[in-house]
């Protein structure tokens, strides 16, 4: 496995660890660190990717700064090695939806988790990070995104899935690659409220798509959120044919 580092957004990074044995051109692990007054990671990834992960954050900010720890939903690639993030930042705290921390994270997490009320704005510093419920988008019950106000970036956390080890950030098409993945893995739910929670996240005009699983995307982010948000509605109409 290798890990490297990008930029993706102004102040934001990507950290990105390659595992070429997943899927038939390998599988990346993503997760996203904020570096600022208040410095946030989104995503913590597997236990076992502690050392190369605490060491690509110790690159760009010391590891003991750390002040929110962050994830979509509670999955060991997302949540993995939150009590060692905890351990070595001792003023950080874990900030979720308050449903993720009533159902697993009060207890599961070292510290008390924060509990977070949907729409909830964490200043950083220099950026804004709002809080998104999105029960059962990707999956999970207790699913959210976080949106950076500043750079317009969405950390859409599994959303938009995709196989590979391609570029930092793309411009080019991320909707196919994800129907592909999403053939393969059926990681998403389909319900009636899949496809009209990811158009509500595209009224938010996102210019970075920071994925979890793949390249990130910039351009036009509404689009690419509304063309999902079509592939999981006919994927739920064919179901039910």
């Not at 930029?7 to 997760?31: C, K, L, M, W």
């Not at 970036?153 to 411009?171: R, Y």
């Not at 994800?178 to 389909?190: Q, R």
């Not at 929670?197 to 996102?206: E, F, K, M």
Request: glycine share 10%; hydrophobic share 40%.
């Amino acid at each position: 496995m290798t890990t490297r580092t990008d930029e993706i957004a102004d102040g934001i990074y990507r950290i990105s660890t390659h595992v070429p044995e997943i899927g038939p051109t390998g599988f990346t692990f993503n997760q996203y660190l904020i570096d600022d007054d208040e410095p946030l990671l989104f995503h913590t990834g597997h236990r076992h990717m502690f050392p190369a992960v605490s060491a690509a954050i110790a690159a760009v900010t010391p590891v003991e700064r750390l002040r929110w720890i962050t994830f979509g939903h509670v999955e060991s690639d997302e949540c993995g090695s939150m009590n060692e993030l905890l351990a070595a930042a001792p003023g950080a705290e874990v900030a979720h939806g308050g449903l993720g921390c009533m159902v697993s994270l009060n207890e599961m997490a070292d510290r008390a988790p924060v509990p977070l009320a949907d729409g909830q704005v964490i200043e950083l510093g220099a950026h804004r990070v709002r809080h998104i419920d999105t029960p059962h988008v990707p999956h999970g019950w207790e699913s959210r995104v976080l949106y950076e106000e500043t750079t317009r970036t969405l950390l859409c956390g599994d959303l938009f899935t995709h196989f590979g080890n391609g570029p930092a950030v793309t411009e080019d098409d991320i909707v196919e690659p994800a129907g592909v993945a999403e053939d393969v893995f059926g990681a998403t739910c389909l319900t009636p409220s899949t496809g009209a929670t990811i158009r509500r996240l595209a009224a938010l005009s996102p210019t970075t798509l920071a994925v979890m699983h793949g390249s990130c995307y910039r351009g036009d982010g509404a689009a690419a959120l509304l063309a999902l948000a079509d592939d999981y509605d006919a994927r739920l109409t064919a179901a039910l044919a």
